[in-house]
């Protein structure tokens, strides 16, 4: 043998790897839970926000029981992600509240999502993509990525409690198709309003009556309950 | 090890079987396993991600200290004698370059996944696997007698190319698209 070094460094690099995997193989929750048990979180979870900020008087619709949402920001902040789970239906909506937004529907299963775009707007200017959500989620915590266009996207977010969710309205305004999606979290809300596939930033929903009043229209919009959706 | 009167680039067979099978297994594995989104990481920063750009950042500053050693031992810069301290510099920044990459590379396979959404992710995967496929190939062949001159140079290149890449793909990507973050 001319050099021992060389074969240290790849032996050394390969237990500093197997190290790794072994903590996160340990760290990442392995057991399936019940996809009903994750999907509809107890109240016993410590972290649950308090809804301060929030207009005291309730919603006039109230979050569908038994939906579970993830929301707040992506990795790196430039957009806003909320995820709502029903039973082993999923969905997923990212917005920054110009005129970038996906939207995506799939199942959540034993702690992993797997959602897919049905459309995908204002992304790189395509209408139509491919989007994916792969990630896993737990009584606290949803995580994972979303690709959709060219774009991807990492998130961590939080369980969070109505009226936190994702509410959408869709009307026909003057034989335009009008979709507004928003993402309420803790008092704060973000969303696009697309007027025949054109994004534009969306005006706060009314938080007593879930309205809002678009070129002379009212938008009545309802939480997004992901096991009524078609599909 | 016997001893080698011509040099012969069939002595770099071994070596590149092994760094193509190292190749194929990172790319199998992180197509077969399904992301979880997490992994365990290092404290101190605001995000995952942020970690890895700037473990990957330290890891580019190492590799460019490796192609100015290299370049100082095959006598490439012009009125510079190689000190003889150079060699250790050259192993050690390797090394120390080799090691940061792995906590990122772990966290790319474990979290991620090989990804083909876009064509930075398809760039970034694929170099991934070059990366520590090379290396092997690199570290491997430096213990072998009677390689063609042209063998070290050529890996070392390999090796520098692919990790230039991926820090492109990943941090430069990062720093210009979040800003520069903790």
Known sequence: MRFKGPILTLVGGLTFALILLALNLRATPNRPRAAAESA????????????????????????????????????????SIAIAVHGTKAAAYLCDGRRTEAWLTGTAIAGTLALTSRSVGGVAGSREGNGTLTGTYDGTYAAGTLTAAGRQWTFRVKLVQPPSGIYRASANVRNAVVVGTWIRVNGTQVGVITTDDIPTAAPPLDTTTNSVTVGGVTLNAAPVDPATLPG | MTQAPFAHPGRLLVPLAAGAAVSISLGVYGRLHTPTGIAVNLAGFSSPQTVKVWLATAALFFVLLQLGSALAMFGKIPRVVAPPWIGAVHRWSGRTAFLLAIPVAMHCLYALGFQSGSPRTVLHSLLGCLFFGAFTVKMLALTRRGLPGWALPLLGGVVFTALVGLWLSSSFWFFSTAGIKF
């Open chain 1, 40 to 79: 509809a979180p107890t109240s016993s979870i410590g972290t649950a926000p308090a809804t301060s900020g929030v207009s005291p008087q309730r919603s006039a619709v109230s979050v569908a029981a038994g939906t579970a949402t993830y929301a707040g920001s992506v990795d790196g902040g430039s957009a």
